[in-house]
Structures are given as structure tokens and as C-alpha cells.
């Protein structure tokens, strides 16, 4: 019998022979194991997803409960020794799997619990989810047309609908979604690169031209230099105003001048439009003045400005609200809050390209990130390569000839594209209204503490910092001195230490399952130097830096009773720690 006869044989009527081969019978058993091609009834992915959210429900604590999934935080696993895993020779049915896969969760923090207030780290929107699931099924990929077809209008409709948010023109921008927040910082240098030192996509970087951020500028600075081949060394961060703590432009003139006079390229200037901490916007206006001002000689291209707006892009839905009428009805501390970000994230129109993150201040699950640029045209060809034998250009759209990722899949484009649709406009605006009148009741909080300070009473932003001194201390004159007075370097640094155990011991009762006053004790974090001191700008002194507590309610579930709760366990954190350690 031939060979194509005997493959023939195994099937009738399209189904596999009961007498047929074993690796065939195995085959006839698996597609079960996947979702079907047809319409109808009884899908088995729609089945066992039910089923697995039915035994994932179980992890979920009863109200009141702590703030992770499950029965107990302690990690299942030795490191290394977890690595000793052997595949199986058979495969374990679907059941046994996912509750492997279940188990995996158990102790997971919950970013679903009002007590989770660690940081940046939202719950994703129902519309964002189910978008991003539906990439996994059918694997759009957007390296093409071919392959990603209509769904790659997720990624161009995003385009236009943030470049409108911005002030750009719709039809004219671009974006690509990608891996994260550090991976459109990477997207910013490389097409700096490709701009001021074209020659570089050849022959490699030979020039050490410089990248300016300033000294709130997020570390994967340091991932960007390094993997491009630019170089760590190559960065020169610039000092922040102590007022502000925004990039300071007199000292980025003194440095452009400097550069300019000895011939020496500025590959990009980054500025940060919303820090996660401190909620700082750099001045990006005057920055362009002065990149404008002092251009690169000859030969080199011009410099890029990137905006790396990952946690403060969101503030720009507020572009066209009414202050006057207040349609939202805010309360006056927090309109005034949002007046002044919308304002600072008015002039991110001056950026060349600007990085966002639909997981942070989107509500969106991971990984939606989104490089966004204002010239498509310069992009797109400045870092076009050559063609690909074994893909057709078959729709207008083929971002394949100038990403960084081969394979890219659909999931962040659907997320980012389904968040904007499904929140619009208001319902962005009344998320983050809402989270900055949590975030000023717990400052009002803090301010009622009399051995307690903000660590950064002006910040903008939904983070409350603070620091906690022991009792009988003066909180507000202690951060005072130690934030403008370098006779109290020694108080500063010992405070740090007290807020380091503080929060130390609020994650070791988050952990353990601790409660205080018959609540479980919130998921919390800590700074450790969130800013300098005012007479450490140049940071020459790694130690005279600040370090502070902080509620991050970024949860639309939290109320005023877990924010007075929260206050609570860090007081009672506090009283333990003086008495056992200080």
C-alpha cells in the first residue's frame, strides 16, 4: 500500500479510525483539548474555562479577608531546587492541570482586594480582559497583515485616538504595542540613534553621544544604554529642582552648552511626564526651547525628545473638561489637583514620541504598553529594513519592517483599543478622579497625625507618601530639618531606617496573615529615595535621600474605612518596631 493510501485509510468521513495508529488515536483524543472551528454548542474552551474560574472563585478570600488569593502567602518552592523538573512521558488529563494551574495562585497578591495598596498595580477592566483573551485563541499577530487582518485596526484606531488625546495630528501618528514601559524607552532610543547617528543601523554605535534625563528618570534608562550598545556611561542625568523636583532647565542648559561647544551629540532628551512616586511632569516645553536652541553640529541628526509618560499619559482625557462647571463634580482640593496635571500634560504635544502604559493608569491587564509617535512617516521609514521572502505585504499595514519584535501578539492592541472604548473619556476621568479624592482623604489623614509627615505634600499624583516618627515627635518640623538641613543628615538617615522597618514588618503581617483590630493588614510598600535632600541635589551623598511609607489605593473597591484601617496597622507597625528595634 502506498504511503498516501495508508495515510487514507486511517480516516472516514473525516474522522479518525478507531483501528487507527496510536500517535492517530492520541490525536482523535486531543482535539478535544482544543477549542472548536465551528459554531455551536459544548465548545471545550468555553467549558473548562468555566470550570477553571469555578475552582479559581475558591481562591477568592470572603469579604473581609486578606488582601491574596488563597489559603496562606508562603511560597511553595526552595530556589534552586524547583528546577529539578522532569517532563512526563504521558500527559495529565485537563483537570489535573489547571489544578496545578490554580495551585499556582494560592498566595498570589490580589489585585482585586481593597487592602492591596502597594503600588502601581490595578485591577483590569472587564472589556480590556476579554479582549486580551480572545488574542489568545485565535493568535492574532501583528507583525502583518496577513496575519493579524482586522484586528491590527486595534493597534492603528489607538494610534489616532491618543495622538487626539495629545494634540497631534490623528492620521499622521503611529504607534507599536509593546512589551512594556522599558520597552518603549528602548523603542525612543533606537529611533534617536537611527535619527542622530543614521550610519549607526550599519556600521554599530561608534560615537558616544549622550542621553539626558533627569534624576527622577525611571532605571530602565540603564536597560535602554546597555542593549542598544550605547552605553551605561553615556547617560548624564540632570539635577531636579528641590521645589518642584522636576528637571531643572538651568542646569540642562549648562550641559547642552557644554556638549554643543565640544562637538558632542545629544542622542535624546527624556522627560519623565508623571513619575510614579512623585508625580513629577518635567518642564517639556522649555526643554524643546532649549533643544531648539542648541542643536546638534554637523553631521549628526537632530536629537530626539521622548516623553516617557507611562504612568502620567491618562491625565490628557482631562484636555477639554470644563474646570468651570466641574461636570463631575470633584471636590475643590482634587479639581485643582487635576487643573494643574492636565496643564503639565498639555505640553507633551512638544515630545516627539511618548511612551504609556494602558497597565498602569489604564486599568488594563499586562502587557499593554504603547510606543506612540507624532511623525509616522519618519519613523516607520527611518527604521524600515529590507523585505521578507516568506511574508506578502497584503493589507496597507506591515509593521514588520521596522519593530523590534518579530512575532508580536494582538492581546496589549486589544486591551489598550477595548479600555478606550469601553471607559471613553468620562469614565477615564471619574476613575482617576475618584482615586485622587481616596488619595487626598488619606493624606488628611496623615495630616492629623501629629508624629507623622507627607513626604510630598504637593504631589499630584495617587500616591500618598509619608513618613511615620515616634511618638511625642513633632512630625512636620522633623521632616522639615531633615528635608532642608544637612546638621540633620544623621536624624534623615536614621528615620529612613525606622520607615524601612515600618514597612519591613507591614509586609511581614501582610504575609503572615496578621490582624490588627480584627482586619487583616493591607499589601503595602516603601520608598527608599523617592527624592534627594535639598542640599543633595548632584546625589554625591547616596544616604541623603528620603525614604517614606505609602498608600497606593488604586483599587475602585477601596473605602474610607480601609484607608483608616491601612493608618492604623502602620501605627501599630510602628509601635512594635520602636519597641523591639530602636
Known amino acids: 500500500m502506498s504511503e498516501k493510501k495508508q495515510f487514507e485509510g486511517i480516516w472516514e468521513k473525516g474522522s479518525i479510525r478507531e483501528t487507527g495508529p496510536k500517535w492517530a488515536l492520541h490525536r482523535k483524543i486531543m482535539t478535544s483539548e482544543f477549542t472548536s472551528p465551528y459554531r455551536g454548542d459544548g465548545d471545550p474552551l468555553a467549558t473548562a474555562i468555566m470550570e477553571a474560574f469555578k475552582k479559581l472563585d475558591n481562591l477568592r478570600p470572603e469579604k473581609g479577608g486578606p488582601a491574596y488569593l488563597g489559603n496562606s502567602s508562603k511560597l511553595n518552592y526552595e530556589y534552586p531546587g524547583v528546577k529539578n523538573a522532569s517532563m512526563q512521558q504521558k500527559g495529565q488529563a485537563l483537570d489535573g492541570v489547571i489544578d496545578d494551574v490554580i495551585a499556582l495562585f494560592n498566595g498570589m497578591p490580589s489585585v482585586s482586594s481593597p487592602l492591596t495598596m502597594a503600588n502601581v498595580w490595578p485591577q483590569p477592566n472587564t472589556a480590556a480582559i476579554i479582549a486580551s483573551l480572545f488574542s489568545q485563541v485565535y493568535m492574532p499577530n501583528i507583525i502583518e497583515g496577513e496575519y493579524a487582518w482586522n484586528v491590527h485596526i486595534a493597534e492603528l484606531e489607538s494610534a489616532g485616538m491618543i495622538a487626539g488625546l495629545f494634540g497631534w495630528s490623528r492620521t499622521q501618528a503611529g504607534c507599536v504595542y509593546t512589551y512594556g514601559g522599558s520597552g518603549c524607552w528602548l523603542y525612543g532610543l533606537k529611533y534617536a540613534l537611527a535619527r542622530v547617528l543614521p550610519g549607526s543601523r550599519s556600521k554599530g554605535v561608534r560615537t558616544d553621544g549622550k542621553v539626558l534625563v533627569s534624576t527622577q528618570a525611571h532605571y530602565c534608562q540603564f536597560n535602554a544604554t546597555d542593549w542598544t550598545g550605547l552605553g551605561m556611561d553615556n547617560i548624564i542625568r540632570i539635577p531636579t529642582d528641590p521645589e518642584t523636583n522636576q528637571m531643572d532647565v538651568n542646569e540642562l542648559e549648562k550641559i547642552l552648552k557644554d556638549l554643543t561647544s565640544k562637538g558632542i551629540p545629544v542622542i535624546e532628551v527624556v522627560c519623565t511626564m508623571g513619575t510614579t512616586d512623585a508625580s513629577v511632569f518635567d518642564p517639556i516645553a522649555s526643554v524643546r526651547r532649549l533643544l531648539d536652541t542648541y542643536p546638534n553640529p554637523a553631521p549628526y541628526g537632530k536629537a530626539l525628545l521622548y516623553a516617557d509618560s507611562v504612568a502620567g499619559w491618562s491625565w490628557a482625557t482631562f484636555k477639554d473638561y470644563d474646570f468651570a462647571g466641574n461636570p463631575l463634580q470633584f471636590s475643590d482640593k482634587v479639581i485643582s489637583i487635576i487643573r494643574s496635571n492636565a496643564a503639565q500634560i498639555a505640553d507633551i504635544h512638544y515630545a516627539d514620541a511618548v511612551g504609556i502604559d494602558f497597565h498602569k493608569f489604564g486599568w ?109 515627635t513633632d512630625g512636620k518640623s522633623q521632616y522639615a530639618r531633615e528635608l532642608t538641613d544637612p546638621a540633620y543628615r544623621a536624624d534623615l538617615i536614621q528615620n529612613n531606617q525606622l520607615t524601612a522597618a515600618i514597612g519591613e514588618k507591614l509586609f511581614e503581617w501582610y504575609l503572615s496573615g496578621k490582624q490588627v483590630n480584627g482586619k487583616f493588614t493591607p499589601h503595602m510598600a516603601y520608598s527608599t529615595g523617592f527624592r534627594t535632600t535639598d542640599y543633595n541635589r548632584h546625589e554625591q551623598d547616596s544616604e541623603a535621600v528620603v525614604y517614606a511609607l505609602k498608600f497606593y489605593p488604586m483599587n475602585v473597591f477601596v473605602t474610607p474605612d480601609d484607608i483608616r484601617h491601612a493608618l492604623e496597622c502602620v501605627i501599630a507597625a510602628r509601635d512594635e518596631v520602636m519597641k523591639d528595634q530602636f
Open 364 to 472: 488594563a491587564p499586562y502587557v499593554s504598553s504603547c510606543f506612540v509617535y507624532k511623525d509616522a512617516a519618519e519613523f516607520e521609514n527611518i527604521l524600515r529594513r529590507g523585505d521578507y521572502a516568506y511574508l506578502q505585504e497584503v493589507t496597507p499595514y506591515n509593521p514588520m519592517y521596522y519593530t523590534l519584535e518579530v512575532s508580536r501578539a494582538g492581546s496589549g492592541a486589544l486591551a489598550g483599543w477595548a479600555t478606550l472604548k469601553y471607559f471613553g473619556i468620562e469614565g477615564l476621568q471619574s476613575i482617576l478622579g475618584g482615586i485622587l479624592e481616596t488619595k487626598n482623604y488619606a493624606n488628611n489623614l496623615v495630616e492629623d497625625l501629629e508624629d507623622a509627615a507627607l513626604a510630598d505634600p504637593d504631589n499630584t499624583g495617587f500616591i500618598t507618601l509619608f513618613r511615620v516618627y515616634s511618638k511625642g
